[in-house]
């Protein structure tokens, strides 16, 4: 049974709003840990992992219908919890595949990739799922719900789904010997235009940047 019929027909609705915050809060602690660089060989594997589950739950709630929250206007969930450090940490262990080239909307003609960054898309993505979290912790599960799917298609559905791509190609070049244009030409500062899509002259072998971050190549 789809979560849309499982919705409409009230059949234990409770079961997906549990394990919806469930994936969310295993996210959420995951990176937090994986931030702190207590195991740096498994990083970018590990955020593969975790990214990609979080996509699940991602899916389930973007093929779920409309969800209305209890009441007509948000409650405040009080300030925002900071995540300079965390973003500062992640950027700190990803450094060598932190900035990477990204399409912001396919389906939008002729538009050019720009620089972003890993650890700004994961920092940005929990700052979406701690606001809902709030809420779910509070008992405001509808309006936990209906923030998580809101945010879902508005941000940090298309931002996580961005790191995914950036992490498994990362693995993928690692894993197929394949090397890697020099990312230090990316800058996120600065737009990219079509003149200047190329990365800077050079390559980096995939051992190079792979055995830092825990990755071993196929062989």
Same mark, same amino acid.
């Given at each position: 049974?789809?979560?849309?019929?499982?919705?409409?027909?009230?059949?234990?609705?409770?079961?997906?709003?549990v394990?919806?915050?469930?994936?969310?809060?295993?996210?959420l602690?995951?990176?937090t840990?994986?931030?702190?660089? *207590? #195991?740096?060989?498994s990083?970018? +594997?590990f955020?593969?992992l975790?990214v990609? /589950? =979080?996509?699940?739950?991602?899916g @389930? !709630?973007?093929?779920?219908?409309?969800?209305?929250? *209890? #009441?007509?206007y948000?409650?405040? +969930?009080?300030?925002e919890?900071?995540?300079d /450090? =965390?973003?500062e940490?992640?950027? @700190? !262990?990803?450094?060598?595949?932190?900035?990477?080239?990204?399409v912001?909307?396919?389906?939008e +003609?002729?538009?050019?990739?720009?620089?972003?960054?890993?650890?700004?898309?994961?920092?940005?993505v929990?700052?979406?799922?701690?606001?809902g979290?709030?809420h779910?912790?509070?008992?405001r599960?509808?309006?936990?719900?209906?923030w998580?799917q809101?945010?879902?298609?508005?941000?940090?559905?298309?931002t996580?789904?961005?790191?995914?791509?950036?992490?498994?190609s990362?693995v993928?070049h690692?894993r197929?010997?394949?090397?890697?244009?020099e990312?230090?030409?990316?800058?996120?500062?600065?737009g990219?235009?079509?003149?200047?899509?190329?990365?800077?002259?050079?390559k980096?072998?995939a051992?190079?940047?792979?055995?830092?971050?825990?990755?071993?190549?196929?062989?």
């Open positions: 049974m789809s979560d849309a019929t499982l919705h409409a027909t009230d059949r234990n609705p409770d079961d997906f709003a394990q919806i915050a469930d994936q969310i809060e295993s996210f602690v995951a990176v840990e994986v931030a702190k660089g *207590d #195991e740096p060989d990083a970018v +594997p955020l593969l975790e990609s /589950q =979080l996509l699940l739950a991602g @389930r !709630l973007g093929a779920h219908e409309d969800i209305v929250p *209890d #009441e007509r948000e409650p405040d +969930p009080g300030p919890a900071d995540v /450090q =965390l973003r940490n992640l950027a @700190r !262990l990803l450094e060598p595949v932190d900035v990477y080239s990204e912001f909307d396919p389906y +003609p002729r538009k050019a990739p720009v620089p972003a960054r890993i650890s700004d898309d994961l920092t940005d929990i700052t979406d799922l701690r606001h979290m709030v779910y912790r509070a008992g599960t509808s309006e936990a719900l209906w998580w809101f945010s879902y298609f508005s941000n940090w559905g298309s996580a789904s961005a790191t995914l791509r950036a992490l498994q990362v993928a690692v197929l010997n394949q090397p890697l244009a990312l230090d030409g990316l800058d996120t500062d600065q990219m235009g079509d003149d200047t899509l190329e990365f800077e002259a050079g980096v072998m051992e190079e940047i792979g055995e830092p971050l825990g990755i071993r190549r196929a062989h």
